[in-house]
């Protein structure tokens, strides 16, 4: 990979994490990633591990790396640190970088489209205080991937890395994709409890109907067939 000035490095971001797998070295270190990203800082980073995270998040323990620098991530930036700032434990952390070619190859097209549509827009969605909020939703959402579910890191990463992007790119509307998003998730969380709390009156006076009929059902059915 060539030597890039990182501090004043002008590639798209799409370009940059492209040109990451391209050395040879077979541990791809996040001390490494951070250097890579230079001045781009919290937006940069949270679209990469959110990207990342939905490209090769079904391996196990991926997210566990992934998903705990986010929540670093999420707490400076709702306390409104300058820079990003990492412990060293956290620097040596790795994953495999062929792994990491092949999630980066995944997700490339439709990100190089996004940085093409993508400009500068609805400032107050990018304001310090948007940034804050913003900070708080990602730790949360990084919470979320850390945890062992089994396919529930997808929606937790894409909205970091919808968070990220505008950041980034200082795209309000993508920010405003985000919020969207986590509202939908609340709306129907809320919908599913309301249906649970009206129904569950009727329904377990019902089930407990029928596992009451279960053990004659089975006495009758052995009895017919001489079991």
Known sequence: MPDYDYQSDTRPFSQVIEDIGV???PKLYLGELVNAFGE????????????????????PGTTTILGTPLILM????????????????????????????????RVLPRLRKMERLSKPRLEVMTSEVSE??????????????????????LVPALIISTFGFGLLQRDGLAILIGWSAIG??????????????????YLLPFWAWLNGLLPDAWTWLTGLFGG
Do not use: C, H
């Open 132 to 153: 804050v909020l913003i900070g708080v939703a990602t730790v949360l959402m990084a919470i979320i991937l850390v945890l062992p579910l089994w396919g529930g890191n």
């Open 23 to 25: 050395k040879d070295d």
């Open 74 to 105: 999420g707490l400076q930036l709702a306390i409104r640190q300058d820079q990003l700032w990492l412990p060293r434990w956290a620097l040596k952390r790795w994953i495999d970088r062929e792994t990491y070619r092949a999630g980066v190859a």
């Open 184 to 201: 939908l998730i609340g709306v129907a969380a809320l919908i599913i409890w309301l249906a649970w709390t009206w129904v569950s009156p």
């Open 40 to 59: 781009r800082g919290f937006g940069a980073l949270m679209l990469f591990f959110g990207l990342l995270s939905v490209a090769i998040g079904i391996i």
